[in-house]
Structures are given as C-alpha cells and as structure tokens.
C-alpha cells in the first residue's frame, strides 16, 4: 500500500505520483487524503455526514477494515466541519 495523508500540498504532485505508482506492486492499493478548498457545503449535511460515520463506525470497520477506519477518521475531523475546506480522498488500485 502507498499512501499520501495530507503531503501532496506540500511536493511537485507529479513527482510524487509517479513515484508511488513506481514503488506500488501489482494489486496494491494507493490511498490519497488530503485539505483542498470547494464550494460551501451546508453544515447540517457535514455533520449529518460526521454523525452517520460515527454511528456506524463499528460495522464499517468490521466490513471495511482498516480503510474504514482511516476515512471516518477524516469524516470526523474538526477541519471536515470548515464550510470552505474538506478532504480529497482518493484510492486507486494498481492491477496485477
């Protein structure tokens, strides 16, 4: 697994992209997270989005593992309740 947790604001993203996918084995996965700026979403859709995360935390990580855990935990994040900024999550899968 490669992963990039709030670090490509910070590198030349193509670089950095391209070493990832460079040191990613066939069948790994890679996981970006990161701040960017959108539009304002509502404050009752963030938290309505927190609290089903929260709610439901147990049986997503039990389903979802690991990956479920790492994105509630973004979910839930004081920055994600900011009107201007959120988190990009991506995953992508590098095929064998």
């Known amino acids: 697994m490669a992963w990039a947790f709030d670090s490509?604001?910070?590198?030349?993203?193509?670089?950095?992209?391209?070493?990832?996918?460079?040191?990613?084995?066939?069948?790994?996965?890679?996981?970006?997270?990161?701040?960017c700026r959108r539009e304002p979403i509502p404050r009752?859709?963030?938290r309505i989005m927190a609290d089903g995360a929260s709610e439901h935390r147990s049986s997503l990580e039990?389903?979802?593992?690991?990956?479920?855990?790492?994105?509630?935990?973004?979910?839930?994040?004081?920055?994600?309740a900011l009107p201007e900024f959120g988190y990009l999550v991506a995953t992508a899968h590098k095929t064998p």
């Open 62 to 80: 039990e389903q979802f593992g690991d990956a479920a855990r790492q994105l509630i935990e973004v979910l839930v994040h004081p920055i994600s």
């Open 44 to 46: 009752r859709t963030l």
């Open 8 to 35: 490509l604001l910070h590198l030349d993203r193509s670089r950095a992209l391209a070493e990832m996918k460079r040191v990613l084995r066939p069948g790994g996965r890679l996981v970006i997270a990161d701040t």
